[in-house]
């Protein structure tokens, strides 16, 4: 029997919350949390209730956090699921090979997530944590997902962003992304640099599972002087076959 439309309407909601205390970055008021989730101040209170009594939410003297029970599902996720589990020994591979950090990235929703990652004997200049979700418009491994989408999907996708400024100061127009994302699908992968942060390149392509859907997107990152012509056309080979024999291992969705 279906559930009752009021009760889905209220999974939703809380569904929204707990998107907004995934993506922040620090603990929010109530007020803030509610204006992020575009919900009533005292929808979001009852949600919280229920939140912070199952260990997804938390909170302290600044405010709401997600809670530890996230962690734990993120952590069932990490040893369960097959993509995650096979990941793992290929990215340790590609890494050796090619001297760069390797990752791996799924799409949830008009995002991405990392879900894994190996640093190279050079590890980056920053921390990027397992778990961190980011936006599709930026970087190589958004941009593959992108391409993958239709064109009303990729329109929803950007819909609240005015400009796609790159970390390097230029600035990418619509038309001109969906010129890329056209590039991308013909060649079978991406080539990105000072994209979302400036000085770092990734070349990145799809993970397609047994029956030619996308189930991921694989990819090297580095320092971007260390990615010139030649280096990139070895580095993109590298990248596609290590997609290819994780995409040949991940079972079809259906």
Same mark, same amino acid.
């Given at each position: ?5 009021g009760n889905m309407r ?60 996230? =962690?734990?599902?993120?952590? *069932? ?56 979700? =980011? ?39 619509? *038309? ?7 590039q991308i699908h013909r ?17 990145? *392509? ?11 997107? =694989? ?23 290590? *997609? ?11």
């Amino acid at each position: 029997m279906a559930a009752p439309a009021g009760n889905m309407r209220s999974l939703d909601r809380a569904f929204d919350v707990l998107t907004v205390l995934q993506s922040a970055k620090q603990p929010l008021r109530l007020s803030e949390l509610a204006r992020l989730a575009d919900l009533h101040i005292a929808t979001v209170q009852r949600i919280l209730g229920v939140l912070l009594e199952r260990g997804f939410a938390a909170r302290s003297a600044d405010g709401y956090t997600a809670g530890p029970a996230a =962690l734990a599902v993120a952590h *069932a996720f990490m040893v369960t699921n097959p993509l995650s589990v096979l990941a793992q020994p290929i990215l340790q591979q590609l890494a050796a090979n090619t001297g760069f950090t390797a990752s791996i990235y799924v799409r949830v929703e008009y995002s991405r997530v990392l879900i894994a990652r190996v640093e190279s004997d050079h590890p980056l200049s920053y921390v990027l944590p397992v778990g961190e979700r =980011l936006p599709l418009h930026l970087g190589g491994a958004g941009k593959t997902i992108l391409a993958e989408m239709d064109a009303a999907q990729v329109a929803d996708a950007v819909a609240g962003v005015a400009e796609i400024a790159h970390a390097d100061g230029s600035v990418l127009t619509k *038309a001109d992304l969906r010129r890329q994302l056209e590039q991308i699908h013909r060649d079978g992968y991406a080539f990105s640099i000072s994209e979302r942060l400036f000085g770092i390149a990734s070349v990145t *392509a799809p993970v397609r599972a047994q029956d030619g859907t996308l189930a991921a997107v =694989l990819g090297v990152t580095g320092p971007a002087e260390s990615f010139d012509e030649d280096a990139r056309s070895k580095l993109v080979a590298e990248v596609r076959r290590a *997609a290819a024999t994780l995409g040949a291992r991940v079972p079809s969705a259906h």
